[in-house]
């Protein structure tokens, strides 16, 4: 474990291996962020649900997982004996953008979502920058971690995650970054989890690879993936659980927030009423300041702590009477430097606090 603002481990060797570690390193964390989960899970029921119900419900999703990503699902089952946890709670907290796919499941009316970006060309180096604010629930903030992985087979990779969870953004040693936005779709099913597919990206060599995990077989719900390489090659995907479109910036800046810009994806989208304006005014304000002439990382750590559309704002603090279950925040900012293969985070909000560079050979 390494000190930094927000905490850092060092796992490695295999599926199994890198799980424990991570479930022993944060045993307590796990265990808390677990609880909260469910607990965000069963207050925001439209249907009675208890123990026994909601572990039932995801065991389709387990075997549609267990069936195309066979080290992930071994991994998270390394994480639930590290920290103590029943493998069916680990499961579930990896599922936590997944689950608001439900129609009877509430908890994302709030969440105003993430807004992404990408500039391929960073003005005075030429590096590719790629990055993100993640916004979820407030409560989420204290499970912020980074994982620094050492796998037995395949790249390097620093990952940006929340306890428990196997991986949220990030970049690996061949140069590629993912971050992502939650897409509301109506198709969901049995498929391959949000954070599923963000480390089958993470374990590429290339971007042909890379883009092969949101775009092959089937996911669980709706997604935005933006992807890019070191050498400034950007793809951004758009999904549902059976479908997908693309997007090719171009050697362009690009950014994305919670809607779908696909036309023929629209209507396979979910409006959720109180986020769905958050999302059209973020990315007007996305695009307006990613049309500057020198966009380089400190520019783009400014533009994370935005506050155009106050509270809901791309620097998100939710509104001041929501409870800390419900209320949309900004739990952490990143701008990744995929040349450098570094990651640039902040804890919380980048109004409040500072970025702190974290390279991926610490």
Same mark, same amino acid.
């Given at each position: 474990?390494?000190?930094?603002?927000?905490?850092?481990?060092?796992?490695?060797?295999?599926?199994?291996?890198?799980?424990?570690?991570?479930?022993?390193?944060?045993?307590?964390?796990?265990?808390?962020?677990?609880?909260?989960?469910?607990?965000?899970?069963?207050?925001?029921?439209?249907?009675?649900?208890?123990?026994?119900?909601?572990?039932?419900?995801?065991?389709?999703?387990?075997?549609?997982n267990e069936a195309v990503a066979p080290a992930l699902i071994e991994e998270m089952r390394g994480i639930a004996r590290g920290a103590g946890v029943p493998f069916e709670h680990v499961f579930q907290v990896n599922s936590l953008l997944d689950i608001?796919?439900?129609?009877?499941?509430? +908890?994302?009316?709030?969440?105003?979502?993430?807004?992404?970006?990408?500039?391929?060309?960073?003005?005075?180096?030429?590096?590719?920058?790629?990055?993100?604010?993640?916004?979820?629930?407030?409560?989420?903030?204290?499970?912020?971690?980074?994982?620094?992985?050492?796998?037995?087979?395949?790249?390097?990779?620093?990952? !940006?995650?929340?306890?428990?969870?196997?991986?949220?953004?990030?970049?690996?040693?061949?140069?590629?970054?993912?971050?992502?936005? !939650?897409?509301?779709?109506?198709?969901?099913?049995?498929?391959?989890?949000?954070?599923?597919?963000?480390?089958?990206?993470?374990?590429?060599?290339?971007?042909?690879?890379?883009?092969?995990?949101?775009?092959?077989?089937?996911?669980?719900?709706?997604?935005? !993936?933006?992807?890019?390489?070191?050498?400034? &090659?950007?793809?951004?995907?758009?999904?549902? #659980?059976?479908?997908?479109?693309?997007?090719?910036?171009?050697?362009?800046?690009?950014? &994305?927030?919670?809607?779908?810009? #696909?036309?023929?994806?629209?209507?396979?989208?979910?409006?959720?009423?109180? #986020?769905?304006?958050?999302?059209?005014?973020?990315?007007?304000?996305?695009?307006?300041?990613?049309?500057?002439?020198?966009?380089?990382?400190?520019?783009?750590? #400014?533009?994370?702590?935005?506050?155009?559309? !106050?509270?809901?704002?791309? +620097?998100?603090?939710?509104?001041?009477?929501?409870?800390?279950?419900?209320?949309?925040?900004?739990?952490?900012?990143?701008?990744?430097?995929?040349?450098?293969?570094?990651?640039?985070?902040?804890?919380? +909000?980048? +109004?409040?606090?500072?970025?702190?560079?974290?390279?991926?050979?610490?």
């Open positions: 474990m390494n000190e930094t603002a927000i905490p850092l481990v060092e796992l490695s060797g295999s599926p199994s291996d890198i799980g424990e570690a991570h479930g022993e390193s944060f045993r307590e964390l796990v265990g808390e962020h677990i609880a909260c989960h469910r607990e965000w899970i069963f207050e925001n029921s439209a249907i009675p649900l208890d123990d026994e119900s909601l572990d039932a419900t995801w065991q389709p999703w387990i075997a549609a608001g796919n439900f129609r009877w499941i509430d +908890c994302v009316r709030q969440l105003v979502g993430c807004t992404s970006f990408v500039v391929p060309h960073e003005a005075g180096t030429n590096q590719t920058l790629i990055g993100q604010t993640y916004d979820l629930a407030f409560f989420r903030r204290r499970f912020n971690i980074v994982l620094r992985i050492r796998p037995e087979d395949g790249p390097s990779q620093l990952v !940006y995650s929340l306890a428990g969870i196997v991986g949220l953004a990030g970049l690996n040693q061949h140069g590629l970054g993912i971050n992502i936005n !939650y897409l509301s779709s109506n198709d969901c099913q049995p498929g391959k989890l949000h954070a599923v597919i963000v480390r089958q990206v993470l374990a590429a060599t290339n971007l042909a690879d890379a883009v092969a995990a949101p775009t092959a077989g089937t996911r669980a719900g709706g997604s935005h !993936y933006l992807v890019a390489d070191d050498a400034g &090659h950007v793809v951004s995907v758009e999904t549902t #659980a059976g479908a997908f479109a693309l997007f090719y910036p171009d050697g362009k800046p690009y950014g &994305h927030t919670n809607h779908y810009l #696909a036309e023929w994806l629209q209507p396979r989208q979910v409006i959720r009423s109180t #986020a769905i304006g958050s999302s059209i005014a973020r990315y007007t304000a996305l695009r307006r300041f990613l049309q500057r002439d020198d966009l380089d990382r400190e520019s783009l750590k #400014a533009m994370t702590a935005d506050h155009s559309s !106050y509270p809901r704002s791309i +620097c998100a603090h939710g509104g001041p009477d929501e409870p800390d279950h419900l209320r949309g925040s900004t739990i952490a900012a990143m701008v990744q430097v995929l040349g450098e293969r570094s990651m640039h985070i902040c804890a919380g +909000c980048a +109004c409040e606090g500072e970025y702190q560079a974290i390279a991926l050979e610490g």
